[in-house]
């Protein structure tokens, strides 16, 4: 399967992106999309990989990195195969590259382990300007 992420770019501080990730293709477990756990990560220049947000396959449940309560948000579409992060009052901090990630295993254990992800997608520049 391949995820397509877009949607980012250059924003001022304060200012708004909503990331999108489309998914295509088979997965090699056989199985759909809609039933893998989705995540968005990140990685600035220098850091490694973080966990930034994640939901469920069926969108009930939903997390997020301290850094990121209450300004973004992280949805699905299962009938679109795209998963999307809106982030609101965005700061410096996060500049990064954003990647969406599809893990099957729906384990708390597994929620932001990057070894437990299935696959990535292939990246989307963010850069917040002060």
């Known amino acids: 399967v391949q995820l397509q992420a877009s949607g980012g770019g250059l924003e001022q501080a304060g200012g708004s992106l909503r990331l999108s990730c489309a998914a295509s293709?088979?997965?090699?477990?056989?199985?759909?999309?809609?039933?893998?756990?989705m995540e968005w990560y990140r990685q600035a220049p220098g850091k490694e990989r973080e966990l930034v947000a994640g939901i469920s396959r069926t969108g009930n449940r939903s997390y997020y990195a301290d850094s990121v309560k209450g300004r973004f948000t992280i949805s699905r579409d299962n009938a679109k195969s795209t998963v999307y992060l809106q982030m609101n009052s965005l700061n410096p901090e996060a500049t990064a590259i954003y990647y969406c990630?599809?893990?099957?295993?729906?384990?708390?254990?597994?929620?932001?382990?990057?070894?437990?992800?299935?696959?990535w997608g292939q990246g989307t520049l963010v850069t917040v300007s002060s």
């Open positions: 990630a599809a893990r099957l295993v729906a384990t708390a254990q597994a929620m932001g382990v990057t070894s437990r992800v299935d696959y």
């Open positions: 293709g088979r997965t090699s477990s056989g199985r759909p999309l809609s039933v893998y756990d």
